[in-house]
């Protein structure tokens, strides 16, 4: 086996972060020895995380078994995903920083096919997955990242779910969705999404472009998620996606926050 040194773009901030919430659930549990310490379990899991490797990979570069890195990875994957938002929280927050608006959008997550593959495939995207609703503030950052539900559920569907709606009009905010979102608030108050059908009048095309350009910069937040190469395609199972996304929320919201 070859071994390389490599580059992580990640501030040293954000590893002190991750192995101070390592170093103190240690403390709790009373964990008094490991073969890594802290800072290098911290690592590792950001390995997995941004590159995307195999345990068997990256726990060869540690030194460690492909057991222990597994091990490693979701212990810590746990501890950064309990500090990730409920929607409520995150909803209430978005009111109090005065946010007009919040931005929500579907993404799928690529699988690896599994026995009981149907309720995964899905047909918009033309391949297996699980199905994450994200919700985003105007400018990008991610707010709120769902459960994972399997890629055949329709946005509308994982919304009605995850009861995003109800969540809305608690906070008193109104979310922009794309097409997918079309029906799922009948009010058309709280959720807003363009207007459907050809031969629009030329009011209701202005509204879109509008629409459109409000929820452009939102976008980013599924991109962002994505920008961590683990969810390029997941290798688990795929009842660990939501809380891998939610780890990551947690990171990239405190990589911005460092940076």
């Given at each position: 086996m070859l071994f390389y040194r490599a580059v992580l773009p990640l501030s040293r901030q954000t590893l002190t972060?991750?192995?101070?919430?390592?170093?103190?659930h240690r403390r709790d549990v009373g964990s008094i020895w490991r073969k890594l310490n802290p800072?290098?379990?911290?690592?590792?899991?950001?390995?997995?995380?941004?590159?995307?490797?195999?345990?068997?990979?990256?726990?060869?570069?540690?030194?460690?078994?492909?057991?222990?890195?597994?091990?490693?990875?979701?212990?810590?994957?746990?501890?950064?995903?309990?500090?990730?938002?409920?929607?409520?929280?995150?909803?209430?927050?978005?009111?109090?920083?005065?946010?007009?608006?919040?931005?929500?959008?579907?993404?799928?997550?690529?699988?690896?096919?599994?026995?009981?593959?149907?309720?995964?495939?899905?047909?918009?995207?033309?391949?297996?997955?699980?199905?994450l609703q994200v919700i985003a503030s105007p400018d990008g950052e991610i707010l709120w990242?769902?459960?994972?539900?399997?890629?055949?559920?329709?946005?509308?569907?994982?919304?009605?779910?995850?009861?995003?709606?109800a969540a809305l009009r608690d906070a008193g905010l109104i979310a922009l969705g794309d097409k997918g979102y079309h029906g799922y608030d009948e009010s058309g108050q709280q959720v807003i999404t363009p207007y459907k059908g050809r031969k629009k009048p030329q009011s209701q095309k202005d509204a879109n472009r509008a629409h459109a350009r409000l929820r452009g910069p939102g976008e980013r937040a599924n991109a962002q998620l994505k920008y961590w190469r683990i969810l390029h395609k997941l290798r688990c199972s795929p009842h660990r996606a939501g809380r891998l996304a939610k780890a990551i929320h947690v990171l990239q919201n405190y990589e911005i926050t460092a940076g």
């Open positions: 972060f991750v192995s101070d919430i390592i170093r103190t800072g290098q379990e911290a690592m590792l899991v950001l390995v997995y995380l941004r590159k995307g490797e195999p345990f068997a990979q990256v726990g060869a570069g540690f030194d460690v078994s492909t057991t222990t890195c597994w091990r490693y990875v979701n212990e810590t994957v746990e501890l950064l995903a309990q500090r990730a938002p409920k929607l409520r929280e995150a909803l209430r927050k978005a009111k109090r920083q005065r946010m007009t608006y919040v931005i929500i959008d579907g993404t799928l997550i690529p699988i690896d096919r599994i026995a009981a593959d149907r309720p995964f495939y899905s047909g918009k995207h033309k391949r297996h997955g699980v199905n990242v769902s459960g994972q539900l399997p890629g055949s559920t329709h946005d509308t569907a994982a919304a009605r779910i995850w009861n995003i709606l």
